[in-house]
């Protein structure tokens, strides 16, 4: 390929080579989109690639995991790749990275990827990310654009992968994108229609290797026409663009989104107090959810879509499981699975929502601390009942900081272990009190992700309950 071709579009991306690691199934969605636009294709994969050429297409070529850039010397007739697409998965310290690097081959993640495989009549990107609340604002905002009509898909780190919803041409008119922190520092060139960054807190650091590179990822969905951020968010606004559209829990200035008198209120993009929503229809409850809804509105408001048609599709969205999720009521005990509150942020909006709480929490810490969480809502807790592998940092916090909030730590590693943590949270809880899972840690160490934690909780609770009837 001449060197003065860009890789950009299956046009150019003919006949040139690209190495993809990763083959999972945003690895696979790359491998037949590359393979359709008739490049050569090699995969980090152990077994055989499973895909099957069209006429004029070759088949991939599987060289197992490596930790360098393949190239003459060491593969014959394999020349080295003119790209390297990677799968979220590889951190950029990575030795394969880190060789592509040292030999000037471009790195793409699967986003950056699908930016470059958009055809001229390609739908327009709705982006958004932030630490917490990216699904629930995605979907939020699928439902609003549907609401006008919009055929509309979430996609990103949601859903069908981004590179099989682009290569579906004009099967949509907009793309409703959630990135996450990884998938943005491996997309340089994306240049979304308006992209909103929701909030910020520590988060990831093991992989990016410290906050300062979390949060200039996460810059990266403003590249394009309009930047969203969020007015209440300090860490977002210290980051913030000058021209950014802002939206606030209060009540909002000229070109900005709000809340006024209960209700959604937009002074931006040409609106003069348009009433968007009210509060008490945004679901799931809770303060930051009403921030996401925001978010969401004002993606939607930055393409056009009418204040009838996001108040029609707030009302209509159905959210996802594990997401401050009523389980059960039982002898004046609520029970509520937040297993999607991953880390300290999360955890700490789900925790403001309810007055007195037995705090099921642990799991991994992903390298950040819980100690300002634990400050934050001592006064509300009634008790906590403490897993995983991090399980011992979040004693030490709470030892720190609530010395006075009675502690049990459930020793057993297995996925199990969760009927042993429902019982001693139901040892712990009274009549009035919710007992909340909000690890404010990943799920790994025991499960197989939040939504497999979740279910444990659920089903531990619900055999509670029977045997207590």
Known sequence: ??????????????????????????????????????????????????????????????????????????????????????????????????????????????????????????????????????????????????????????????????????RAGTAYDVLAVELSSQQLHFAPSIRPAAGALLNLAPDHLSWHGSLDAYERAKTGVWRGDVAIVNLDDPRVMALAPPAATG????????????????????????????????????????????????????LARALGVPADAVAAGLRAFVPDAHRNELVAVHDGIAWVDDSKATNPHAADASMSAYDRIVWIAGGQLKGVAVDELVAAHAGRLAGAVLLGQDRAAVAAALARHAREVPVITVDNPDHGAMVEVVRAAAGLAGTGDTVLLAPAAASYDMFAGFAARGDAFAAAVHELIGDAS
Not at 102 to 111: F, K, Q, T, Y
Not at 278 to 296: F, I, K, Q, Y
């Open 1 to 166: 390929m001449a060197d003065e071709e860009p890789l950009d579009g299956p046009g150019p991306l003919r006949d040139s080579t690209v190495l993809v690691a990763g083959y999972g199934v945003a690895g696979r969605s790359a491998v037949r989109a590359l393979v359709a636009a008739h490049a050569v294709v090699l995969v980090t994969a152990d077994g055989p690639v499973e895909i099957e050429p069209g006429p004029g297409e070759r088949q991939p070529v599987a060289l197992g995991p490596l930790a360098r850039v393949p190239d003459d010397p060491e593969h014959p007739g394999r020349p080295r790749p003119d790209v390297l697409v990677v799968s979220p998965g590889y951190p950029p310290d990575h030795p394969l990275l880190a060789d592509a690097a040292a030999r000037g081959v471009p790195v793409w993640g699967e986003v950056e990827l699908a930016w470059r495989l958009r055809g001229a009549d390609a739908a327009p990107w709705l982006a958004l990310t932030g630490t917490n609340g990216k699904t629930t604002t995605v979907h939020m905002l699928e439902a609003v654009l549907r609401a006008a009509g919009r055929r509309a898909i979430a996609v990103g780190n949601v859903g069908e992968s981004l590179v099989d919803a682009v």
């Open 247 to 298: 939206f606030t829990l209060g009540e909002p200035g000229e070109g900005q989104l709000g809340v006024r008198g209960g209700r959604l209120v937009s002074r931006a993009f040409g609106d003069d107090g348009a009433v968007l929503a009210d509060v008490a229809e945004v679901r799931p409850a809770g303060r930051h959810n009403v921030a996401n809804a925001l978010g969401a509105a004002a």
